[in-house]
Antibody, heavy 118, light 108 residues
Framework: QKQLQESGPGLVKPSETLSLTCTVS??????????WGWIRQPPGKGLEWIGS???????YYNPSLKSRVTISVDTSKNQFSLTLSSVTGADTAVYYC??????????WGPGTLVTVSS | SSVLTQPPSVSVAPGKTARITCGGN??????VHWYQQKPGQAPVLLIS???DRPSGIPERFSGSNSGNTATLTISRVEAGDEADYYC???????????FGGGTKLTVL
């Protein structure tokens, strides 16, 4: 069973860049069966898909965030990462990493709260 | 990209049946997945491929999908089922993931 764990700063200043890493254990991130994704949830609101990456590096982003988002993968560390630039208070959310298998998210990290504030 | 519409809230008495819908244009042609999220916790996969229950999910949870509506059915509702429920599809043309807006299930 795969385990995922998000890590990164819990506080980011407005206009700066949010950076998070997801470490995968219990399986290789290079598995051809999985995509790896980021999902966020603003306080009191629903889930929002941010984007996905395949181990080969192919990426897919939510059109509403595409201009500010980069997802990358480091197969040597079994990690994938999220950067979100020019953040505002609207980017305050719990950020989840998860494994996408055949169109659904079977394994999720516990989530990490990122607050955008000066 | 797909748009998935869920009712914001559903209320049900203990022991009764709750039905949570997920509407979308021709959603019956896609595989719909359902998640349960309790306060302060990450979502948990409840139903995959319209009606498959992952190991460990009680038989009280079932799903169906046809036409423009997918439905999550919870039989013999318990107090512990009170949670937010989300439907999700994967658009295999754009490789984009779409979530419904979520439904809060209240057990009366």
């Amino acid at each position: 069973q795969k385990q995922l764990q998000e890590s990164g700063p819990g506080l980011v200043k407005p206009s700066e860049t949010l950076s998070l890493t997801c470490t995968v254990s219990g399986g290789s991130i290079s598995s051809s069966s999985y995509y790896w994704g980021w999902i966020r949830q603003p306080p009191g609101k629903g889930l929002e898909w941010i984007g996905s990456i395949y181990y080969s590096g192919s990426t897919y982003y939510n059109p509403s965030l595409k201009s500010r988002v980069t997802i990358s993968v480091d197969t040597s560390k079994n990690q994938f990462s999220l950067t979100l630039s020019s953040v505002t208070g609207a980017d305050t959310a719990v950020y989840y990493c998860a494994s996408l298998f055949s169109g659904h998210y079977r394994y999720w990290g516990p989530g990490t709260l990122v607050t955008v504030s000066s | 990209s797909s748009v998935l519409t869920q009712p914001p809230s559903v209320s049900v008495a203990p022991g009764k049946t709750a039905r949570i819908t997920c509407g979308g244009n021709n959603i019956g042609s896609k595989s719909v997945h359902w998640y349960q999220q309790k306060p302060g916790q990450a979502p948990v996969l409840l139903i995959s491929y319209d009606s498959d229950r992952p190991s460990g999910i009680p038989e009280r949870f079932s799903g169906s999908n046809s036409g423009n509506t997918a439905t999550l059915t919870i039989s013999r509702v318990e107090a512990g089922d009170e949670a937010d429920y989300y439907c999700q599809v994967w658009d295999n043309i754009s490789d984009h993931v779409v979530f419904g807006g979520g439904t809060k299930l209240t057990v009366l």
